[in-house]
Every structure is written in structure tokens, then in C-alpha cells.
């Protein structure tokens, strides 16, 4: 695990396992595996994208799988995630 503090990132940067404090992502792509979640604290993304891949890719392959109301799972998503509930 690193920590990176106080500065500007730019172009791939990877997540897992990682803590970020007061960083700029300028034009990056985050990328997360689904290894330890990444820390973030007074983190400002501009332009940033977000790649998911290993098992956080499948997750949210899983989930979007689930999400549509003809699955009738819909609850089961939100119920997972409160936080997406308005």
C-alpha cells in the first residue's frame, strides 16, 4: 500500500490498496481490480476516468445484470447499495 499526498496525478494511476490524500487526478485513468479499496481523502478529479477490471469489473457486470426492473432484482441492488436510494 502507498500513500500519496499533495500532488498532481496524471494518465494511469492504479487504486487498489492505495491512499490518496489532497491529489489532483487530472486527466487520468483510475483503475481498480477489486484488490483492497483505495482511500481517498480531500481528492479533486478532473477529467478523470474510472476503469474497472478483475473482480470489481465482474461485479459491476453482475450488478448491472441485476439493476434492470424486468429482472424484478432491482430492490436487491439498492438494498446492497442504500447510498444509490435518492
Known amino acids: 500500500m502507498a500513500e500519496f499526498k499533495d500532488q498532481t496525478l496524471t494518465g494511469a494511476v ?11 487526478f487530472n486527466d487520468a485513468l483510475l483503475n481498480y481490480d477489486g484488490g483492497v479499496p ?9 477529467n478523470a476516468t474510472f476503469n474497472l ?8 457486470n453482475l450488478l448491472r445484470m441485476m439493476a434492470p426492473a424486468a429482472t424484478n432484482m432491482r430492490p436487491v441492488v439498492l438494498g446492497l447499495i442504500p447510498e444509490l436510494q435518492g
Open 38 to 46: 483505495p482511500g481517498f481523502d480531500n481528492c479533486r478529479f478532473n
Open 14 to 24: 492504479t487504486l487498489d490498496g492505495n491512499v490518496f490524500i489532497n491529489v489532483d
Open 53 to 60: 477490471g478483475g473482480a470489481a469489473g465482474n461485479t459491476i
